[in-house]
């Protein structure tokens, strides 16, 4: 008798340990995993560009040209250190990104859609205005040649800013600089001289330094190295939308959708507690877990969210609570036919999963589907539902199932009415 009793306070005891451990992690760590979620520019401000590729009758679009321009824009994008920035391919020739956050559109916009054309010629001419003009026969190196690693640096001697440069092939530099060994060299920037230095000495390691009036301040160099960094962009980027969403904007979103999605989940909390007593209290402790869990999924994969993926956060909560309503309608069909609680429980939970199993995976095809064929705001949208589908099956099958068993085994409360049930029914 006493090993019984034991055994019934042990597992309300395990009840009460999830319930602690739930409702301790949600309130220790939740708003610290809420700090780490990035946010889409709807809720954060910044910019969103939207980019046409363009192709000529020389060099038409082909799939990997397209997918080389794409990632071409990250590689720029990822220069500017936005975090968590959006890039994605809409159609088969536009790309749209979009930057959360307060910096310089302008510049931005400069380092996405151009490229640093810079060109190293042997010999130029001034032409009757005074311009500059290359020898397309001389040419030297291009750009291309470069590594990835230019940056803004002092000269030691001078003081001056510099950009440094690192060939890809230091062979290739060095003969250049023996060839070219006390002579000028032309260096042009976008089709401009940009400098015309002498060779003063033969260079081995493949590393240099360019310089210029265009370069006089850290900022420029800053820039142009950036620019050299990433590199060419395979098709020119025609510019043909930007929109501007204010810090104040994203702000105000952001702090309505949570006051809707909070009314929205108290409702919730409130009806299943009315409605299935102390059944409903175990499935608020399940949703409090899945909100948890969400957060956790969303921080760690640095999932953008956006306005419409927090609408899906929500009907992901709804679609949790449904799983717990078709399973307490089947233990109180059960309860209603005269078995017992644990019965009841044991059987209701089985005849429901099938139908929970089903009703989830079809909203999860439809957000697979979504997301295959969506663009923008309608695949973050798919995203947040997919995870949302994963997590409520694990919170409200899994630990709703787990704590709903310990709980009725436990026999602290063994009522029908505890779970939702009218007075008048007889159990076994």
Known sequence: MKKKRHRKWGRFLAFLAIVVVVVGLTAGT???????????????????????????????????????????VELRVNSLGVASP??????????????????????????IGQTADLKIYGNATQD???????????????????????????DPT?????????FKDPKKWQDITTKY???????????????????????????????????????????????????????????????NVGPSLGFASLKATLWAGAAAIILIFLFMLVLYRMAGFIADIALVAYLYLVLVTFAGMHVVLTLPGLAALVLGVGMAVDANIITYERIKDEMRNGKSLQSSVIAGNKR?????????????????????????????????????????????????????????????????????????????
């Not at 001078?158 to 440094?164: E, P």
Request: proline fraction near 5%; include cysteine.
């Open 181 to 243: 060994l006390q002579k000028p060299i032309y260096v042009f920037l976008n089709g401009q001289l940009l400098t015309a230095p002498t060779i003063q000495s033969v260079m081995s390691d493949g590393r240099s330094e360019i310089y210029g009036p265009t370069l006089n301040t850290p900022e420029a160099c800053i820039e142009l190295a950036k620019e050299l960094n990433a590199g060419a962009l395979p098709y020119p980027l025609k510019l043909i939308s930007s929109t």
């Open 128 to 154: 009757k205005n005074g311009q500059w003009v290359p020898d397309a026969k001389t040419l030297l190196a291009t750009g291309a040649d470069l590594k990835s690693n230019s940056k803004w640096a002092q």
């Open 30 to 72: 939740g708003q610290r995993l809420w700090k780490n979620i990035p946010l889409g520019l709807d809720l954060k401000g910044g910019f969103e560009l939207l980019y046409q590729i363009q192709s000529s009758p020389d060099k038409p679009l082909t799939p990997d040209g397209v997918k080389a321009a794409v990632q071409a």
């Open 158 to 166: 001078t003081g001056s800013n510099v950009v440094t440069l690192e």
């Open 352 to 428: 429901a999963l099938r139908t929970i199993i089903d009703s989830n995976a079809t909203t999860f095809i439809a957000g697979a589907v979504m997301y295959w064929f969506g663009q923008g705001d309608i695949r973050g949208f798919a995203v947040a539902l997919m995870i949302s589908i994963i997590v409520s099956m694990l919170t409200a099958v899994l630990l709703s199932r787990a704590m709903l068993l310990l709980f009725t085994k436990s026999g602290v409360a063994d009522r029908p009415w505890w779970y939702g049930v009218g007075k008048g029914v007889v159990q076994s």
């Open 86 to 111: 959006v890039i994605e391919l809409e159609g088969s020739d536009q790309i749209r990104v979009q930057l959360a956050g307060t910096f310089d559109q302008q510049q931005a916009e400069r380092i």
